[in-house]
């Protein structure tokens, strides 16, 4: 593949036309990629529309053309030999083995470099998250990799399946502890928010404020599969008393090694107490 500071300038007129006010600002040319740097004058907000780019540019395959932005003025444009994303590979040890910043490899990014996410933070504790998708999308796949991830970096594994097991069903005898269905899920999450406030007492007589992985208690991952089906139960005090359980985990619980999960096809952000700090989890995947 090669690039020309030409590809993107007006002289050609269809090109032009797809990014009006869009000017290159710098362009370079890797083994299977083109990567170009564009800008829309000062005042304007940058406008890069994918479709007519890709016609404009004559790909017919619009997974190869990627648009980054930072919805202000600078924009970063990749135009790829092949899409990466198309190239699923099995994960391997060292994919799952958590590296010393706390992550482990999950897929590839757009660009084809690894993709890879927190399991914890050395610098900010245990972590919280959403994982959202419809039927099919690759859920469960992913929260099986995460497991196995967990499993292999010394990170404790606590699993809800709130569908009764038919979601995680694989990690069922894999992970310290595995509830299935409401009830259990609801267990589970109580001892952790006991095992939660153990450990704050404790940690405020000892003056310990470190994040260390394993000093003085291990990580503790709860993974809540299908929680949405135990945020909508017909019980409301079941209702009321997750919500509540799944807050307060999140608003305090990295500080003592315990971080929280949640798997859904669709959620009310509301049914969790706090709209405005679960919303703000769920933009912030803890992926880098």
Known sequence: MKASGACWRPR????????????????????????LLVAS???????????????AFGIDDP????????????????????STLMKVRKATVEDLTMDDNGRITIGVCHDGKPARMRLWDPGQGALRGITAGVTGAGKSVLQNLILAGEKRSGVVSW???????????????????????????????????????????LSYEMGRGDFALGRPWPVINITLDEI??????????MRKATAYLITDIQKTGRKVRIGIRLAVQ???????????????????APCS
């Open 12 to 35: 050609s007129p269809p090109r032009a036309r797809a990014a009006p006010g869009v000017g290159l600002i710098e362009h370079r040319t890797e083994k299977d990629r083109i990567v």
């Open 41 to 55: 004058p000062p005042g304007k907000t940058i406008y890069l529309p994918h479709s007519a780019i890709c016609s």
């Open 63 to 82: 997974s190869r053309l990627v648009i980054e932005t930072d919805g202000i003025r600078m924009g970063v444009v990749s135009i790829c030999r092949s």
């Open 159 to 201: 699993g809800g399946d709130v569908q009764r097991g038919m979601s995680l069903p694989e990690a069922e005898g894999r992970v310290d502890w595995f509830a299935k269905g409401p009830v259990e899920t609801l267990l589970m999450l109580t001892a952790a928010h006991a095992v939660m406030k153990y450990r704050e007492r």
């Open 228 to 237: 949405n089906r135990l945020l909508s139960h017909p019980d409301e005090a």
């Open 266 to 284: 669709s959620l009310h952000l509301k049914g969790l107490g706090d709209a405005t700090r679960s919303a703000g989890r769920a933009k912030s």
